[in-house]
């Protein structure tokens, strides 16, 4: 199978050069020629299968030059037994009659990008060998705060890389931020720029595209590469979860194999509901795909009216791996709803380069609505959805509870009662100021976030992950803040190519 760009369907590389690359050249995304094609026979076959030999059977369908030795020991190094905190790796809860949440926060960094970030590097050094031997991989990373931490962690002294993470000074809670600045390893360093997520994202696509500073790289046997999204790698991981969540249902009995679900995420760059959606394409009964946002609601207007507009307030909120207005995977969705088309997809994303904004056509909106439905809340309407679940047993973090509180609003406006699936996509403790003040109402004005984290432990009886917990006596290494044009001087200076 091979793989095209999203701006120039000439483009044909294989998934290796696709994930080594991690952008096209054009600037486009790589996305398969071909949506491989799943039946229930398939699904079948998985049901009585762990989490790494579904993985393994999966990812073959995309990863076709791969040998399977090679996916055997990439899946096996992601996902091995200990790395998670759950022997399933991604357990499912039941929460309510028909819904169940999709944990998919027990790995290393206690968020969902682990499942990807942990693969990631595997596949990467993989690729890397095939396409481009003797070249050190730079991955360059924008987070709003969840991904620069798990890829930190998952590149840290992976031999022949480097990473740095670029992340919003005040765009990410105090766990986040010592997440990342205390991160050990020999191969790694961490910015923060005065800015926000758009801004890192945007610094990092124009460091990632600029044909000087690649070609100064390559003078120095480097190459670029992307942990983020955009990276093909990071997308075929999360393929993965909802087909097995799907033969998890099959296996506790929510659903018998070929009936439908329904899945809600709560989205940013629109990465994790776009596996959802390629696992749909492939065979999975998925009915709706329903898109959650935060007050940051860019998605919820474009999938109900089709018009995308990020000339709009941007709200800081409590569920900041969510604060996003350029959700670069749209790209990708796009381009598969217009039958392929370079042409259409290079129109909208100029439009949005030059004006912020653009219109899809009806042909394209009513593809949309077929697959997905939106809504947004806000942060008080978060809260109070943290408190409810509580209530009932589940103790959510900021952004599951966004999800769990639009999935409610669409069951009140359509009855539709197929049995859902929440992605729950970090442990609460990375968020304990607002999960706090939700369960609990007034915090004390002077506790910082480890009297916080306490406090959320004692008045809950949720143990606090012993990562997060042991942050607390650690120090930051990485203090450096830089406005967004220096971004290129700060990675010259890691890398050492002044
Ligand atoms: C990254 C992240 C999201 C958003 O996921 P996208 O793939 O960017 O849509 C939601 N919740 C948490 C906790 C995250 O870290």
């Not at 696709?18 to 049901?47: H, K, M, N, W």
């Not at 720029?193 to 990092?204: M, R, Y």
Request: hydrophobic content about 40%.
């Amino acid at each position: 199978m091979l793989y095209t760009s999203t701006r120039d369907t000439s483009v044909r590389v294989s998934s290796a050069q696709a994930i080594a690359r991690g952008i096209s050249a054009d600037g486009g995304l790589f996305v398969p020629e071909s949506i491989p094609q799943i039946d229930r026979a398939f699904l079948d076959s998985l049901v009585p299968l762990d989490y790494i030999s579904r993985a393994k059977k999966i990812l073959a369908l995309y990863l076709t030059d791969f040998t399977a030795e090679e996916i055997d020991s990439c899946v096996q190094g992601a996902y091995r037994a200990g790395k998670f905190s759950s022997e399933k790796v991604a357990p499912l809860k039941k929460i309510a009659d028909g819904a169940q949440v999709l944990e998919l926060w027990r790995g290393p960094t206690c968020a969902f990008k682990d499942m990807a970030l942990q693969l990631l590097p595997y596949l990467l050094t993989t690729a890397a060998k095939k396409s481009a031997p003797d070249k050190t991989i730079v991955i360059l990373v924008a987070t709003s705060g969840d991904t620069g931490k798990a890829a930190l962690e998952g590149f840290r002294d992976v031999p022949g890389t480097k990473i740095m993470v670029f992340y919003p000074n005040d765009g990410v809670s105090p766990m986040q931020k010592l997440q990342m600045t205390t991160q050990e390893g020999e191969n790694v360093a961490v910015c923060a720029i005065n800015g926000n997520f758009d801004d890192a994202q945007n610094g990092v696509k124009a460091i990632f595209t600029d044909k000087a500073v690649g070609e100064k790289l390559a003078r120095n046997g480097m190459m670029f590469s992307s942990a983020n999204s955009i990276n093909w790698g990071r997308l075929v991981p999360q393929i993965v979860y909802y087909i097995s969540a799907y033969c998890d249902m099959i296996e506790n009995g929510a659903i018998r194999n070929g009936d439908e679900i329904n899945i809600v995420v709560p989205t940013g760059n629109f990465g994790n509901i776009l596996a959802a959606y390629y696992a749909k394409r492939m065979g999975v009964p998925v009915k709706t795909l329903l898109c959650a946002s935060n007050a940051n609601n860019v998605l919820t207007d474009f999938l109900t009216t089709g018009v995308y507009d990020r000339n709009r307030r941007f709200y800081t909120t409590v569920s900041p791996s969510m604060d996003i207005l350029i959700s670069s995977n749209l790209e990708r969705l796009l381009f598969h709803l217009s039958g392929d088309s370079d042409k259409r997809v290079n129109g909208w994303m100029a439009a949005l380069k030059k004006t912020g904004t653009y219109t899809v056509e009806a042909d394209i909106l009513a593809a949309l609505k077929a697959d997905f439905a939106a809504g947004c809340c806000d942060d008080t309407a978060t809260k109070e959805t943290i408190k409810t679940t509580w209530a009932g047993g589940y103790l959510s973090d900021t952004h599951t509870a966004v999800a769990i509180h639009v999935y409610e609003d669409y069951l009140a406006k359509t009855g539709d009662r197929t049995p859902t699936v929440i992605a729950s996509t970090a442990n609460p403790y990375k968020f304990s100021a607002a999960v706090l003040s939700a369960v609990q109402g007034d915090v004390p004005a002077d506790a910082d976030e480890f009297a916080q984290v306490e406090l959320l432990c004692k008045c809950t009886g949720e143990p606090c992950p012993n990562q997060l917990a042991t942050l607390k006596n650690k120090t930051p290494r990485f203090t450096a803040c830089c406005n967004k044009e220096d971004m290129e001087a700060q990675v010259y200076a890691m890398l050492g190519i002044g």
